[in-house]
Nanobody, 123 residues
């Protein structure tokens, strides 16, 4: 009933920039926290950045000062602006969100992941 679709990934040279988007669809009633996670080959999924419904943010130490997370509550969309990209930022980036949706006349909780978008930083 609730889906998130990421876009904006691709191949970029070191020092370059990308902007990821994560758009929600479905009968969403409210969205609480949202976050971006990434998983590189052979590594565990890690938190990149997190934003609350009120706009409070936190970042992994490895991306502080380079990445900016934001959200458009009217569009139920999450963004990640990535600047000064490094080869070690190469990974599949997933968005995650929790909230509530309406279905069958009732409100239900959700915690949903997007399918991921590949970011490759290489010269």
């Amino acid at each position: 009933q609730v889906q998130f679709v990421e876009s904006g990934g691709g191949l970029v040279q070191p020092g370059g920039s990308l902007r990821l988007s994560c758009a929600a669809s479905g009968s969403i009633f409210s969205i609480y926290a949202m976050g971006w996670y990434r998983q590189a080959p052979g590594k565990e999924r890690e938190l990149v950045a997190h934003i609350t419904s009120g706009g409070l943010t936190n970042y992994a130490d490895s991306v502080k000062g380079r990445f900016t997370i934001s959200r458009d509550n009217a569009k139920n969309t999450l963004y990640l602006q990535m600047n000064s990209l490094k080869p070690e930022d190469t990974a599949v980036y997933h968005c995650n969100a929790s909230g509530t949706y309406s279905y069958g006349g009732r409100i239900h909780d959700f915690n949903t992941w997007g399918q991921g978008t590949q970011v490759t930083v290489s010269s």
